[in-house]
T-cell receptor
Framework: AQKVTQAQTEISVVEKEDVTLDCVYE???????LFWYKQPPSGELVFLIR??????QNEISGRYSWNFQKSTSSFNFTITASQVVDSAVYFC????????????FGTGTRLQVFP | DSGVTQTPKHLITATGQRVTLRCSPR?????VYWYQQSLDQGLQFLIQ???????AKGNILERFSAQQFPDLHSELNLSSLELGDSALYFC???????????FGNGTRLTVT
């Protein structure tokens, strides 16, 4: 069965600290997609990144970076030099090739960045 | 702004009632998805429509139904509402094959 685990329920940091959000997934498929979404206090879900299972290259986008490791079934998300505006709930999600439209979400990690 | 529009933003109603949630996808997107975010179940896929036809079903209750109209907007109908139906309901749309889902701002439903 497919499953996404975000073991960290809540993380608090002070501005400018680096923070890593963990995501571990389970799937039997060899082809799948992994996602991160951000849900700020206003409630909307904002797409951050998608990776397919054949692309294990790490990705960096500004202060955001993602580390995909198939060997440990993990897709971790790091925010460098965190800012108060990064405060949100972050969701990791998985979809499988035969149904790329159905996202299976983790339970989310609430990140609070204090000034 | 994702380009996906959901109305209303908030809805408060009583148990046993029926409500309709509306979604307009991004311009050009043919697929519409509905997700429910509740405290106990988290974010769950409900149903997908593509160009007016139902494509996939997830954990959608029989009391819930949806449709997609010729202009591609979609409506999610929730009937015989129960307290447990209180949740944030998201609509999402996507573009051509392999595009990521883009979500609207959600409709917060409160059943009292």
């Amino acid at each position: 069965a497919q499953k996404v685990t975000q073991a960290q329920t809540e993380i608090s940091v002070v501005e400018k600290e680096d923070v890593t959000l963990d995501c571990v997934y389970e799937t039997r498929d060899t082809t799948y997609y992994l996602f991160w979404y951000k849900q700020p206090p206003s409630g909307e879900l904002v797409f951050l990144i998608r990776r397919n299972s054949f692309d294990e290259q790490n990705e960096i986008s500004g202060r955001y970076s993602w580390n995909f490791q198939k060997s440990t079934s993990s897709f971790n998300f790091t925010i460098t030099a965190s800012q108060v505006v990064d405060s949100a709930v972050y969701f990791c999600a998985l979809s499988e090739e035969d149904n790329t439209d159905k996202l299976i979400f983790g339970t989310g990690t609430r990140l609070q960045v204090f000034p | 702004d994702s380009g996906v529009t959901q109305t209303p933003k908030h809805l408060i109603t009583a148990t046993g009632q029926r409500v309709t949630l509306r979604c307009s996808p991004r311009s050009g997107d043919l697929s519409v998805y509905w997700y429910q975010q509740s405290l106990d179940q988290g974010l769950q896929f409900l149903i997908q429509y593509y160009n007016g036809e139902e494509r996939a079903k997830g954990n959608i209750l029989e009391r819930f139904s949806a449709q997609q109209f010729p202009d591609l907007h979609s409506e999610l109908n929730l009937s015989s509402l129960e307290l447990g139906d209180s949740a944030l309901y998201f609509c999402a749309s996507r573009g051509p094959y392999n595009s990521p889902l883009h979500f609207g701002n959600g409709t917060r439903l409160t059943v009292t």
